[in-house]
């Protein structure tokens, strides 16, 4: 196969998965029927992996969170078991399984809602098409990422932000106070807002 047969094929390949892999991978196949089975294979596996991420009812690396004004973002499921929200990150996929990483922290998120709880996270009707990799034919070596798109969950952030759950801080003396009613918890908000 020669590097213009292989160009023209990442090119023109109707899925655009072709993009997604090295071009020193797909050379390495040898002929465009070897890349072709390999392709087909990868696809078949990114099916998988997405049948099986979306039935995981829980919030995980990768998915989509609208947050503040109906901006998006993905989370990012730390070691801790909490969340981060960005988007900065890479998200390696396979079989019920995802793990973000690169850049978490994402100075265009509002500090409220970087960090957030499952129990912030209310699960929405809607799927969101969204980068991710996995290592060609599910074999892992150096060379062998590849790149597609595949549907995630979206989630709602609905985090409280008054005083009361964001911080606890009870008034000083002569503190201001917020007296309002969370919209959230319902409590009366005699706390300062220290966050």
């Known amino acids: 196969m020669t590097y213009n047969e292989i160009i023209n094929y990442i090119d023109n390949e109707e899925t655009g998965i072709a993009k997604g892999y090295s071009y020193q991978f797909l050379s390495d196949a040898f002929c465009l029927n070897t890349v072709k089975k390999i392709i087909q294979n990868d696809l078949n596996i990114f099916s998988e992996i997405e049948k099986s991420l979306l039935e995981i009812k829980e919030p995980l690396s990768g998915d989509f969170v609208i947050y503040g004004d109906n901006k998006i973002a993905r989370l990012y499921k730390t070691f801790a078991g909490n969340y981060q929200i960005s988007n900065g990150i ?106």
Do not use: M
């Open 90 to 195: 890479g998200v390696y996929v396979s079989n019920g399984f995802s793990q973000g990483s690169g850049c978490v922290y994402d100075f265009d998120i509002e500090e409220q809602y970087r960090h957030c709880k499952s129990d912030d996270l209310v699960l929405t009707d809607a799927f969101k098409k969204g980068r991710c990799w996995t290592f060609s034919g599910n074999e892992s070596g150096g060379g062998r990422g590849v790149y597609f798109e595949i549907n995630f969950k979206v989630w709602k952030l609905e985090k409280c932000i008054c005083p009361i759950c964001r911080a606890g801080k009870l008034v000083e003396d002569g503190e201001s106070i917020d007296s309002g009613i969370c919209s959230k918890c319902g409590e009366q908000s005699y706390f300062q807002d220290a966050i």
